[in-house]
C-alpha cells in the first residue's frame, strides 16, 4: 500500500502561480511514476502532468506553464503553476504508479478574481 499526502491548494488571481506538493509512504516501488491529474466540476478527470525515471509528460492545456519535479530521495512530487487561467480551477489529485495507481484525496484549486 502507498499513502499519498497532497498540500498546496487554494485560492489565486488568474496570471497568479500557486506550487502543489505531494509526499508519498508506504511501500515504495524502486521504479514508479508520480505526477498530477486534476478534475474539474461536471469534467472528467485528467492528467496535467506525470514523470517517470524516463520521461515527463503534460496535457496541452498546462505545457509551458506548468512543471512536474520530483525528489526521489523524499518520495515527493511537486506540481509549479505558473500563469493560471480560470479554466485550470479543479480539484487536483497527485497520482503514485508502479503498475497499481494510488490516489492522494485532492486538493482544490481555484482561480479567480
Known amino acids: 500500500q502507498v499513502q499519498l499526502v497532497e498540500s498546496g491548494g487554494g485560492l489565486v488571481q488568474p496570471g497568479g502561480s500557486l506550487r502543489l506538493s505531494c509526499a508519498a509512504s508506504?511501500?515504495?516501488?524502486?521504479?514508479?511514476?508520480m505526477g498530477w491529474y486534476r478534475q474539474a466540476p461536471g469534467k472528467q478527470r485528467e492528467l496535467v502532468g506525470g514523470?517517470?525515471?524516463?520521461?515527463?509528460n503534460y496535457a496541452d492545456s498546462v505545457k509551458g506553464r506548468f512543471t512536474v519535479s520530483r525528489d526521489n530521495a523524499k518520495n515527493t512530487v511537486a506540481l509549479q503553476m505558473n500563469s493560471l487561467k480560470p479554466e485550470d480551477t479543479a480539484v487536483y489529485y497527485c497520482f503514485y504508479s508502479d503498475g497499481i495507481f494510488y490516489w492522494g484525496k485532492g486538493t482544490l484549486v481555484t482561480v479567480s478574481s
Open positions: 508506504g511501500s515504495i516501488s524502486s521504479i514508479h511514476s
Open positions: 514523470k517517470s525515471a524516463y520521461s515527463t
